[in-house]
């Protein structure tokens, strides 16, 4: 059985992030991808130069179109940069019972520009977060979305990933990437089971342009194959692990570039 799995979330011409890495981690991994772009993002390995946001209404429209005609077995949600679009988004979860719904919360870009704008904090926190089964921040979006200052280490991160699993989501997964030391560290709480911790050797490279449009699009791609949240979450993150270490092999950009979706298939010379 082949699974449909769909992005919903903004343009990478670099195509190290957004649509264009979520439909290469969708692939790598043996779903069928689609997307619903919300903007049309000028970016590279060095930054963003301009934002284009899609129009609400046709971001509606597209969703309409391609819900009222293919199965969707999963979800992955990137980029929605205002408020009218991510109370779209809301509206076709509950319209179409969108099933195994995973939230990147996509605030700033690495080069840091603000992708979200800061109006529309409160509705992803309001909206969208009590909609989804998996949110996938790292450390500076946790902390933008609870208002506070970013996690330093592994006691704060669990009181930040408890207070984030209380706004409503099933399950936090709630990225350590941004700590210093050999490992890193994520946290996975869930509504219905114990807390994970899920370890990985940091990989040594400067080339990890959409790493979090990555896991969270590998965990959407694996989740209608696999028998639990868990199970998908960190086979997701080994498949990342992965990518980041063939990462040096690509030649892509001046900048960060991207991780290597496809190294299992391209072979051991990249």
Not at 10 to 21: F, L, Y
Not at 65 to 85: H, P, Q
Not at 108 to 122: C, F, H, Q, T, Y
Not at 139 to 151: K, N
Request: glycine share 10%.
């Amino acid at each position: 059985m082949s699974f449909n799995i769909l992005s919903i979330a903004g343009t990478d011409p670099s195509g190290g992030a957004g649509v264009q890495a979520d439909l290469k981690a969708f692939s790598a991994l043996g779903g069928y991808g689609m997307t619903v772009v919300t903007a049309l993002v000028a970016q590279t390995t060095t930054g963003v130069t301009g934002v284009h946001d899609v129009p609400a209404s046709f971001v509606r429209d597209q969703l309409d179109t391609l819900l009222t005609d293919v199965r969707v077995d999963a979800v992955k949600i990137g980029m929605l940069s205002n408020t009218g679009v991510i109370d779209v988004v809301a509206a076709a979860i509950d319209a179409y019972a969108l099933p195994n719904v995973v939230l990147d919360p996509v605030m700033v870009a690495k080069s840091g520009d603000r992708l979200l704008a800061a109006d529309a904090v409160e509705a992803l926190r309001t909206e969208l977060l009590p909609r989804v089964a998996l949110v996938t921040p790292n450390l500076p979006e946790a902390a933008d979305l609870l208002g506070e200052a970013e996690a330093a280490g592994l006691d704060a991160m669990r009181d930040q990933a408890e207070r984030l699993l209380a706004l409503g989501p099933r399950r936090v997964l709630l990225k350590g990437g941004h700590l210093d030391g050999d490992t890193s560290t994520d946290l996975l709480l869930s509504a219905d089971a114990a807390p994970e911790t899920l370890t990985a050797p940091r990989v040594a490279t400067r080339n990890t342009h959409g790493t979090g449009c990555t896991l969270s699009s590998a965990i959407a791609a694996l989740r209608p194959q696999r028998a639990t949240w868990s199970e998908s979450v960190r086979d997701a993150k080994s498949y990342l692990t992965e990518a980041l270490r063939h990462a040096d092999t690509l030649d892509v950009g001046k900048g960060r570039g991207p991780v290597h979706h496809f190294h299992s298939w391209w072979g051991a010379g990249g």
